[in-house]
T-cell receptor, first 114, second 113 residues
Framework: AQSVTQLDSQVPVFEEAPVELRCNYSSSVSVYLFWYVQYPNQGLQLLLKYLSGSTLVKGINGFEAEFNKSQTSFHLRKPSVHISDTAEYFCAVSGRISTDKLIFGTGTRLQVFP | DTEVTQTPKHLVMGMTNKKSLKCEQHMGHRAMYWYKQKAKKPPELMFVYSYEKLSINESVPSRFSPECPNSSLLNLHLHALQPEDSALYLC????????????FGPGTRLTVL
């Protein structure tokens, strides 16, 4: 079975500053990794995914994440945040068998201040 | 079309009512999912349909009854709900079970009085 931990429940940051949202996972098998964003009163939007290949993954809205197998991490980064990036961010993991479920972390609230 | 649509956007119902939530996608996806999300919590998987057949039921109470009439539609029938069932209900779809990229709809905000 897989699990995912998002250590930071809230991350406050000023506009135009860089940000990193941390995600660590646990699994005995190879995994797929995802970051989703949820704006207030909306559904989840896929930011980026790691399925295989290059460990540096670029997503939408200027976000990127790096898959680190030795540290079992998949941290999300953005070099310069905007007010509009204020949202809840969920890291998710799944195994590679078709019946494996998508397991979400508890979420990190990114609050960008002017 | 890369959207998953859900109706209604909001629903208020009493504990004796029967209502249905609807989800639709026209991406040709063959796997569809229902999730329940409580405030400030991650989504919790409820049901998975694959090729219009129920594949996973996460021990959801029988007052929630899913239905997949065709490959584009997914319904969730609600009956005799409890106030604690109030939540955001999210529908998602993926190309199939083996393709793990799920696309989510905007959700239905359900309030049970």
């Amino acid at each position: 079975a897989q699990s995912v931990t998002q250590l930071d429940s809230q991350v406050p940051v000023f506009e135009e500053a860089p940000v990193e949202l941390r995600c660590n996972y646990s699994s005995s098998v190879s995994v797929y990794l995802f970051w989703y964003v949820q704006y207030p009163n909306q559904g989840l939007q896929l930011l980026l995914k790691y399925l295989s290949g290059s460990t540096l993954v670029k997503g939408i809205n200027g976000f990127e994440a790096e898959f680190n197998k030795s540290q079992t991490s998949f941290h999300l980064r953005k070099p310069s945040v905007h007010i509009s990036d204020t949202a809840e961010y969920f890291c998710a993991v799944s195994g590679r068998i078709s019946t494996d479920k998508l397991i979400f972390g508890t979420g990190t609230r990114l609050q960008v201040f002017p | 079309d890369t959207e998953v649509t859900q109706t209604p956007k909001h629903l208020v119902m009493g504990m004796t009512n029967k209502k249905s939530l609807k989800c639709e996608q026209h991406m040709g996806h063959r796997a569809m999912y229902w999730y329940k999300q409580k405030a400030k919590k991650p989504p919790e998987l409820m049901f998975v349909y694959s090729y219009e057949k129920l594949s996973i039921n996460e021990s959801v109470p029988s007052r929630f009854s899913p239905e997949c009439p065709n490959s584009s539609l997914l319904n969730l029938h609600l009956h005799a709900l409890q106030p604690e069932d109030s939540a955001l209900y999210l529908c998602a779809s993926s190309q199939d079970l083996g393709i793990r990229v799920q696309f989510f709809g905007p959700g239905t905000r359900l309030t049970v009085l």
